[in-house]
């Protein structure tokens, strides 16, 4: 397998064609940045001595060490938007009171 099959499958997995854009014609200005750093990912980490089986175990784990970077970005988002001072729900109770204390 060469480095341009390799990015061919990843293509097939995409949204839309920009992988494979992106891999054909690097200089060009990317539209999405998520594809560049797919592309980025697969060429740093390719190797041409490896079987396709390899290539392809150590694409997967590239992959899925990206995914967990960003399952921990969103969760870190997620967790201060969450625990933000946004009014509650109910609109009714400020930070310094509790809704569930009874007088």
Same mark, same amino acid.
């Given at each position: ?38 592309v980025n990912?697969?060429t740093d980490?390719?190797?041409?001595? &490896? ?24 969760? &870190? ?12 729900? &109910? ?13």
């Amino acid at each position: 397998m060469n480095l341009k099959d390799l990015i061919k499958i990843a293509n097939k997995g995409y949204s839309d064609d920009l992988i494979i854009e992106y891999f054909e014609d690097p200089v060009r200005p990317s539209e999405d940045g998520l594809a560049e750093f797919i592309v980025n990912e697969l060429t740093d980490t390719f190797d041409p001595e &490896s079987p396709d089986e390899m290539q392809l175990h150590e694409a997967v784990r590239v992959m899925e060490m990206a995914c967990v970077d960003i399952e921990g970005v969103i969760n &870190s988002l997620y967790l201060r938007w969450c625990t933000s001072h946004l009014p509650p729900i &109910s609109g009714d109770w400020t930070d310094e009171e509790d809704p569930d204390e009874t007088d």
